[in-house]
């Protein structure tokens, strides 16, 4: 029905053709209410001065920590929240002037959505969703057999979803998404949690989503390095709500082709996992340009990303590690991946939080002094504190 | 039965220990949750404005019908109506840990990861129910004794039969309300209502405004069964000396104490029943975390 | 993307635009409250347990006037009142505090980032609720009539089913606006609605004439639409006349202007909550306190 497909628009300004998004020197400042641990409440940075330009037709992805100003800048788009300062265009319309006209272009979908209420199946769910994009019953009822097909969910259409997984959820979520037929889709962490299947499924669905109409644009945030190389056109690396890199992952990896990526499984004979103190002073070898480290507790064991200038360094950092106690398991020099761009941009590897950026400090690398949560290295060694970050790592070491 | 299963019950059996840690676990989350004394307002609510109101009512209605009837009527039932605060705070109370916690917190599942047996769970959280709920009875018994001329005092109250007819009252209500949770655990959203409507039920069944004597023939036999309506009667005659009923008036303190002994003994066996068989569908059938509002 | 050729300019004057914005908005609010409708045929089962425990809890105060001796037209004061009480309980759990609900599930950001209004999906919200209610305030209103055998006597149908609608628009009206001022100031929705459930049948008059607050303290509690419209449908019940106060119904004021009052609330509440979710969203997109994870 064409009607229902109709969408109004008003342009305020003349907009650079071609352009999905863009952002203008894009803020957002948040107010922490008062609480026990910051008594005056506190400002949180979660976007400082973004500038973004993501073409029509592209699948431009956002990748960082969690933390690091992603979920903010989708809502800002999608007209969820206003910028602090800044501006910013979806389809050449401004988010914050003329949400109405953003809306009618855009969907959402966020991967930890909790999602749609229990009495509804699927089905009617999904069509509920889809009324409030004006789309007409005949269209939405197809699109929902046909993309639940694709997503593997057609002999659910008529479950209750009070009784669907956390996976199959997902997917239906998923699905709502695209059944307004937007210009822009927005897809937030879409494979948080899922296994490995679901979440290739849902990326296959994506790249064919795109093929089928020229013009559609997707900006996908995620944490998972993997999944940026090998979906998106290009990929922004954000962190502490700025964008330190953004080009097609295959540039951004040539970037540090010249280095040496290695990869180290060390333990120690207390079982205890690295500290601050101890990377600190691996950084400090000659030829060493960063070193990151994730614990795992399953294992015992830390795996160590090392970026060296060269070859050469590699027996100064070895000697570096049973300087300090620790034994060495297996040693590995790899492909440059995202994850070792990041690692060489921010020097945490992205399973680690952003540190809470104040906004009173300036500083790009390292830990803020004082307040900010340590970084999640295995410094403790104990049961618990261990036990938490293989919870926390879970998801990440998918 | 699985291993795991198996583990689960034997460790279930031996963790007395983890059961009062998960009752005092959970005496303070309710503590928490539900009378945060930090906070006045929500004390005023709950203990104050809201039972008062309740009671305002009753009074109200015997302003507009009850010229002419004895004062003695008016008495027992506002006395009734102030004990039977107990039963709405109590039932509400634990069903909702079950509603509140599952639906809008969604945290329901990792009470279970965390505890045995959600049984010890809903007694704590029962327990800070009961303290709201004291301190509400005592205003609106305050409240009546000064404004209404309702005759109570403390030197008044027969404490050697006010003492165990209390505690087993108190006992057969946490032992519905927790089967009332076992009801929500396995049924939808409606089961908030269902709180509000049993207390209602209770209300008409147990005589607590009226003497049972008015019901329906048909009806009395369901009210004489259950353990409420002689909990309401010993409380009365304990309080006031004297009952509502003219039929429970042949009935002896030294019987009331037995058949509400007996009664609630009963309530407490189908409570916990019902809530073990309820608890093992809603894990057989991963209920546990469902969401079920509109 | 650009503009669909020949789309036509988004004003208002425009009939197209103004007719795909009409259809995009009703589509949202058949939808919402699809949701609700739907619930009411799925949990058959549970509406038998809501309409007969209500109604049970509504016979305790029937039972109370007929311990007092009351004329039996109070027991048609009761049962209706009875019945109504679903429909402010319903106001408050799940108009009120509904969005506070759907802000917790992450629901209320999906509805937000659609094109559709929120007004749509609250106006589908209440016609959804008033439905589901509906069913059970009938159900409470048909079997209390007939066990207790009250004789309404119904001069003016059309009149009484005009206050009865008009009470229910002006009350979800009440909800609507509630929603988002609930989610501005609340700090906890539950316990605003809490607050407001007792305290309301107190001064609405639920469960006796309003006029026995006294004049000062009934024309006050009128902000409160179940006030004007109980009083009206009470007084039509029972033979009063338009537009003068029916002297055995002890009514307030003459149903004809509290129909009229009745109206104008309506219209009065809806324009309020089309403004207060205005600022909601304003204030929710400034601040960033539309989910709560982030
Ligand atoms: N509504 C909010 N109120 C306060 N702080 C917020 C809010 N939303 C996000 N933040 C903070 O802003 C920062 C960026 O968050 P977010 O954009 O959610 O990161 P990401 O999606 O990359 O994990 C974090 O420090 C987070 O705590
Ligand atoms: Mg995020």
């Not at chain 1, 830390?302 to 590699?314: H, K, M, N, R, S």
């Not at chain 2, 009806?219 to 409420?228: D, G, R, T």
């Amino acid at each position: 029905m064409s009607t229902s497909e109709t969408r109004f628009q008003v342009d305020h300004r003349p907009r650079p053709a071609g352009l999905a998004i863009r952002t203008e020197n894009l803020s957002r400042v948040f107010q922490v209410r008062r609480s026990r641990k910051w008594p005056r409440g506190r400002r949180v940075v979660a976007l400082d001065g973004v500038n973004l330009e993501v073409a029509e037709g592209e699948l431009f992805g956002l990748l960082g920590p969690n933390g690091a100003g992603k979920t903010t800048l989708i809502k800002i788009l999608s007209t969820l929240l206003l910028p602090t300062s800044g501006r910013a265009f979806v389809s050449g319309i401004d988010v914050a002037r003329d949400p109405f006209g953003v809306k009618q272009r855009i969907n959402i979908v966020s991967g930890g959505e909790s999602g749609g209420y229990g009495i509804l199946s699927v089905r009617e769910s999904l069509w509920m969703f889809s009324q409030l994009y004006g789309v007409s019953n005949r269209i939405a009822l197809d699109r929902i057999d046909r993309m639940l097909k694709l997503v593997g969910l057609e002999d659910d259409a008529g479950t209750l979803i009070s009784k669907l997984s956390t996976g199959m959820r997902q997917k239906m979520n998923f699905v709502r998404g695209f059944l307004s037929d937007p210009d822009v889709l927005f897809l937030d962490e879409p494979t948080l949690g899922l296994d490995v299947t679901t979440a290739r499924t849902l990326r296959k669905f994506v790249r064919e989503w795109m093929a089928e109409r020229p013009g559609r644009t997707v900006l996908l945030t995620t944490h998972y390095m993997a999944e940026a190389d090998e979906l998106c056109d290009r990929v922004a690396i954000i962190d502490r709500g700025r964008i330190l890199a953004c080009d097609t992952p295959a540039s951004l990896k040539r970037q540090i082709a010249r280095q040496a990526v290695l990869r180290l499984e060390v333990s120690s004979s207390d079982g205890a996992g690295l500290s601050q103190a101890d990377l600190a002073r691996l950084k400090d070898q000659p030829g060493v340009r960063e070193v990151a480290a994730r614990w795992r507790p399953e294992a015992g064991r830390t795996v160590l990303t090392a970026i060296l200038e060269a070859d050469g360094a590699i027996p100064g950092l070895v000697g570096g590690l049973s300087g300090l106690g620790l034994v060495v398991h297996s040693l590995a020099k790899e492909e440059p991946t995202l994850e070792d761009v990041f690692v060489k941009l921010v020097g945490r590897t992205l399973a680690e939080d952003t540190p809470t950026n104040n906004g009173d400090h300036d500083s790009r690398n390292g830990t803020l002094p004082g307040d900010g949560p340590e970084v999640g290295v295995g410094g403790a060694g104990d049961g618990e504190a261990a036990a938490g970050g293989g919870a926390a790592d879970e998801s990440a070491a998918r | 039965m699985t291993t795991s299963e198996a583990a689960l019950e034997g460790k279930r059996r031996t963790a007395v220990g983890e059961g009062v840690r998960i009752f005092k676990m959970a005496a303070w989350l309710g503590w928490q949750a539900e009378s945060n004394w930090t906070d006045p307002w929500l004390f005023v609510i709950y203990s104050v404005i809201k039972p008062v109101a309740g009671t305002l009512i009753l009074v109200l209605m015997f302003a507009v019908a009850g010229r002419g009837s004895a004062p003695e009527l008016f008495w027992a039932s506002y006395v009734g109506n102030a004990f039977y605060i107990y039963v709405g705070q109590l039932l509400w109370g634990i069903s909702w840990v079950v509603l509140g916690d599952r639906e809008h917190f969604q945290t329901l599942k990792y009470m279970y990861i965390v505890s045995p047996s959600m049984g010890w769970y809903l007694v704590g959280r029962a327990a800070a129910k009961f303290f709201v709920a004291t301190i509400a009875v005592l205003i609106v018994l305050g409240f009546g004794a000064w404004a209404l001329g309702i005759p109570v005092t403390v030197r008044g109250v027969d404490w050697a039969l006010f003492w165990p007819v209390f505690l087993l009252g108190i006992v057969s209500t946490a032992a519905l309300g927790i089967l009332l949770a076992g009801v929500s655990l396995i049924s939808s959203n409606h089961g908030a209502m269902a709180a509000e409507s049993l207390s209602g039920a209770l209300y008409l069944l147990a005589g607590v405004v009226f003497p049972v004597d008015v019901l329906p023939g048909w009806l009395q036999p369901v009210s004489l069964a259950l353990p409420h309506t002689y909990w309401m009667e010993a409380v009365r005659r304990a309080v006031l000396g004297h009952g509502i009923s003219p039929m429970l008036q042949q009935v002896s303190e030294g019987q009331i104490l037995l058949i509400l002994a007996l009664t609630t003994a009963g309530m407490v066996l189908a409570g916990g029943g019902f809530y073990r068989w309820a608890e093992t569908l809603a894990r057989r059938r991963g209920l546990i975390d469902q969401v079920t509002w509109n | 993307m650009k503009a669909p050729p020949g789309s036509p300019a988004r004003a208002w004057w425009d009939w197209k635009y103004v007719r795909w914005l009409l259809e995009l908005n009703l589509r949202a609010v058949r939808a919402r409250a699809y949701v609700r409708v739907v619930a009411t045929g799925r949990e058959i089962m549970w509406l038998l347990w809501e309409v007969l425990l209500p109604f049970m809890a509504t016979a305790a105060y029937v039972f109370i006037y007929r311990a007092l001796n009351a004329p039996p037209a109070y027991l048609g004061f009761v049962i209706l009142g009875g019945a109504m009480t679903a429909f402010w309980m319903n106001v408050l759990w799940a108009m009120a505090s509904q969005f506070y609900w759907e802000r917790y599930s992450g629901q209320l950001e999906l509805f937000f980032a659609s094109p559709a209004s929120l007004m749509a999906i609250l106006l589908g919200m209440s016609a959804g609720g008033m439905f589901m209610t509906s069913v059970r305030a009938i159900g409470v209103l048909v079997l209390g009539s007939m066990v207790f055998r009250v004789e309404y006597a119904v001069a003016h149908p059309w009149l009484l089913a005009y206050t009865f609608l008009v009470t229910l628009w002006a009350l979800y009206g009440l909800g609507m606006l509630l929603a988002s001022v609930f989610l501005l100031y609340g700090r906890e929705a539950w316990h605003t609605s809490n607050l407001l459930q007792e305290p309301v049948y107190l001064v609405s008059g639920f469960y006796f004439p309003v006029r026995a607050l006294g004049f000062w303290v009934a024309a006050g509690a009128t902000v409160i639409p179940l006030t004007l419209g109980l009083d009206a449908m009470r007084q039509l019940a029972f033979g009063g006349s338009p537009w003068a106060i029916a002297p055995d119904a002890v009514g307030l004021f003459p149903p004809g202007y509290e129909a009229t009052a009745l109206t104008g609330m309506a219209v009065l509440f809806i324009g309020a909550a089309y403004k207060a979710l205005g600022r909601m969203m304003w204030a929710a997109k400034v601040a960033g306190t539309l989910a709560l994870k982030h």
